[in-house]
Nanobody
């Protein structure tokens, strides 16, 4: 099993920045990809960004490109999501996720951290 714990959420003004962290513990050797998803009130959970654990290849949703940066620190078993130029529509609960393979389904999820962007 893998446990994921997010931190770093909070309140920011439009145009501001926040950095989210996600620390993985447990059988982290199983992890192939980690990513971030978000869910706004009344909306479905959506993909934000992902990073492969070994090669560090990154992928972004169109809404995140140019504003968000995902990175990893393998020594700390931690990934980060640097969010710049925040918009009110970025307001959501952000979830960290991890998967054992390269398929679509994520196997492990964190509890989520709230990000609120005021206009």
């Amino acid at each position: 099993q893998v446990q994921l714990v997010e931190s770093g959420g909070g309140l920011a003004q439009a145009g501001g920045s926040l950095r989210l962290s996600c620390a993985a513990s447990g059988r982290t050797s199983n992890i192939a990809v980690m990513g971030w998803y978000r869910q706004a009130p009344g909306k479905e959970r959506e993909f934000v960004a992902s990073i492969t654990w070994s090669g560090g290849s990154t992928y972004y949703a169109d809404s995140a490109k140019g504003r968000f940066t995902i990175s990893r620190d393998n020594a700390k078993n931690t990934i980060y999501l640097q969010m710049n130029s925040l918009k009110p529509e970025d307001t959501a609960v952000y979830y960290c996720a991890a998967k054992r393979g390269l398929g679509r389904v994520y196997d492990y999820w964190g509890q989520g951290t709230q990000v609120t962007v005021s206009s």
